[in-house]
């Protein structure tokens, strides 16, 4: 074949297939163009698995003029230098949104101007354009589409389920409904409304609508041109997928994983294995340190410097979390407040997220029901801050037979949280059984220690305040030449969270000191998870940022296995311990610590009550 220029309509339909590759990337196109005319009202219709789709706004309308042309590839209003994408205030800019949507569907835009009489509408059917006509329509633009990708059928192959299409064109809308909170939507499912969102002046008043809960916080932090605001639910409040962390920079909804990264790390010693947060992030950066040209679909960015983006996004969360009233709760039994707000001065908050739990009081719950007693509803079961109100009587002049206990009750009354409890005996060598006067706990051995364990080296670790025991027998490992370097440029920080070495060879280093609260083992393990880690990501690799973890190895190597037999002082002991430092309901892994059977519960089970 001799090489000839493609005509335009071809050329139209390949580029199509960028923009819009799928039914909800052509809504997203929509819903930018309505908001970037100033529309406070936009109202989405969709069927037919996304291959119909209606769009009207009540912007600022399209003049009959300009009508054809706004169809036309690489027309806009909204730059004319290149320079103008740096400092941009619109959604679009490439001008081939409308172009791509008109070349592969059947395809009509009605607009009417503020002070026009009319409305003007144009057509295309699959890049054939119509004349432009009169009609009405009150003031703002429609746009209507029909047999989407009828003249592609390959697109149409690549279509999923209609309902899969449906979710996705909806979790578009709700990305545009959430940042844009000042805009009043109303989405359509074929006849069926599926949502409308009330008005909002605030980020956090559109995802408390969005996550359908008023207990929802917020963080804001500005520094150096970067605005990060932030909004999230509880770490009690969780999902099984990330679909519910949305990123957006510069407004605009972004696919990004360094971003959900960085958020997940800040979430991560307060989760379970495969949970995930509810939170909103919105970042604005300076201009010129965040490239949004980089994908067709706009839906990448890239940054200058990821890093910093990294650390801002997992500092501002973080800070948020670590002060956050779950914490409060369990270092404060006697918190009655449901109204707390987060000490942090750039942080606020509704109100302290409830985690109470109707599995206590629920008729169909069963002994055996896993889902009953899964992790995720224990989390939610414990601890709650109506179970510390509910208490009538100091629990230790009731329950508690330990003369220890009443006296720091009485001395410490708000530190005191797990040795309230009586101890019972310990099962299957793994669980401490306790009781107070309205429940009876299961506390996991291990997970217990563990989180006390992680507690503990941390706040060490915070106050340069390592204990550190010297080894008798100093332990020996043999490791490659470039390991041992990189354990030699890192040995400030790792004498810093108590592992004193040595060289001995090229190849081999000697353990000479250890924390006192571990064993060799966790520190054995800690050392090749640094190598590995550091390996993995050399020049990037920041010890700080994985102090967390590093400790959270050592304390699981450490800590009290399951299946070991434990004395009456010991399990005493072990929850005294739990009360030295807040959180300790979950262990670092984010596994839970302790399960509860309230005895109005047992009653129920054993049929004493109804
Ligand atoms: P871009 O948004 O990148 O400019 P589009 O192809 O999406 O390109 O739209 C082309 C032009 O049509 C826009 O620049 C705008 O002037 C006009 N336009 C599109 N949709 C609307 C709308 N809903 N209201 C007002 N003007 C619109
Ligand atoms: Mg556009």
Redesign the pocket.
């Known amino acids: 074949m001799s090489i000839s220029y493609l005509n335009k309509q071809v050329i139209d339909q390949i580029a199509a297939g960028e923009v819009v590759e799928r039914p909800s990337h052509l809504v997203k ?1 929509l819903v ?2 309505a908001i ?1 005319a100033g529309s406070t009202k936009i109202e989405v219709r969709f069927d037919n698995g996304g291959r119909d789709i209606v769009v009207q706004d009540n912007g600022k309308g399209i003049a009959p003029t300009e009508l054809a042309m706004a169809l036309d590839r690489h027309s806009t209003s909204k730059i004319s230098e290149y320079e103008d994408i740096w400092n941009l205030s619109s ?2 800019f490439r001008g081939e ?2 172009a791509s949507i008109s070349a592969v569907s059947d395809f009509e835009i009605i607009s009417r101007q503020p002070e026009a009489p009319t409305a003007h509408k144009i057509q295309s059917k699959f890049g054939e354009k119509s004349d432009v006509s009169t009609t009405q329509l009150p003031v703002g633009t429609l746009v209507r589409v029909s047999q989407l990708f009828e003249n592609t059928p390959v697109r149409i192959k690549f279509l999923k389920t209609a309902s899969y299409e449906h979710s996705l064109i909806k979790q578009v809308i709700k990305a545009m409904a959430l940042i844009n909170y000042k805009v009043e939507f109303k989405v359509f499912d074929g006849q069926k409304m599926v949502f409308q969102t009330p008005g909002a002046t605030t980020l956090k008043e559109r995802a408390q609508w969005l996550f359908g809960d008023e207990k929802v916080f917020s963080v804001a932090k500005q520094s150096d041109g970067f605005d990060v605001e932030a909004v999230f639910m509880s770490p009690y409040d969780v999902e099984k997928n990330s679909k519910n962390i949305w990123v957006f920079v510069q407004n605009r909804w972004v696919q990004d994983k360094m971003i959900q990264s960085a958020v997940m790390e800040a979430f991560k010693n307060l989760l379970m294995h495969g949970e995930y947060p509810r939170v909103v992030i919105n970042i604005n950066c300076p201009k010129d340190f965040v490239d949004i040209n980089i994908h067709p679909a706009k839906s990448q960015v890239k940054f200058t410097d990821t890093q910093k983006v990294f650390r801002l996004v997992y500092h501002t969360l973080e800070k948020a979390l670590s002060s956050g009233p779950w914490k409060e709760m369990v270092t404060n039994p006697s918190h009655e407040s449901t109204t707390t707000e987060i000490a942090t001065s750039d942080l606020s908050t509704s109100s302290v997220p409830s985690m109470t739990t109707p599995v206590h009081h629920s008729t169909q719950s069963s002994f055996r029901d896993p889902q009953l007693f899964s992790a995720q509803f224990q989390k939610k079961v414990f601890p709650t801050p109506h179970l510390f109100a509910d208490r009538q009587v100091p629990i230790a002049t009731e329950v508690s037979k330990s003369a220890a206990v009443v006296n720091s009750l009485q001395t410490e009354k708000a530190d005191i949280y797990w040795q309230q409890y009586q101890v019972i005996g310990q099962v299957d060598l793994t669980y401490i059984v306790c009781q107070n006067a309205e429940k009876m706990v299961l506390v996991d051995q291990h997970a217990a220690h563990e989180r006390v364990l992680f507690e503990r080296i941390l706040n060490q670790y915070k106050n340069g305040s390592i204990g550190i025991q010297k080894l008798l027998i100093p332990i020996s490992m043999d490791l490659e030449v470039d390991q041992v370097e990189l354990l030699l440029k890192n040995q400030e920080q790792l004498d810093k969270i108590g592992i004193q070495f040595e060289q001995t060879g090229p190849a081999s280093i000697c353990i000479l000191g250890i924390p006192t609260e571990i064993k060799e083992y966790g520190v054995l393990k800690l050392i090749h998870q640094f190598i590995n880690e550091a390996e993995s990501v050399s020049t990037s690799y920041v010890f700080e940022n994985r102090v967390k973890d590093f400790v959270a190895t050592l304390a699981c190597h450490s800590a009290i296995r399951a299946g070991q037999s434990l004395s009456q002082s010991e399990m005493e002991k072990l929850l005294a311990d739990m009360d030295e430092h807040p959180l300790s309901s979950f262990c670092p892994h984010g596994r839970p610590v302790n399960l509860e059977f309230s005895f109005k519960y047992l009653e129920k089970e054993f049929g004493r009550i109804n």
């Open positions: 196109e930018e163009n970037d959604y679009g949104a409308l």
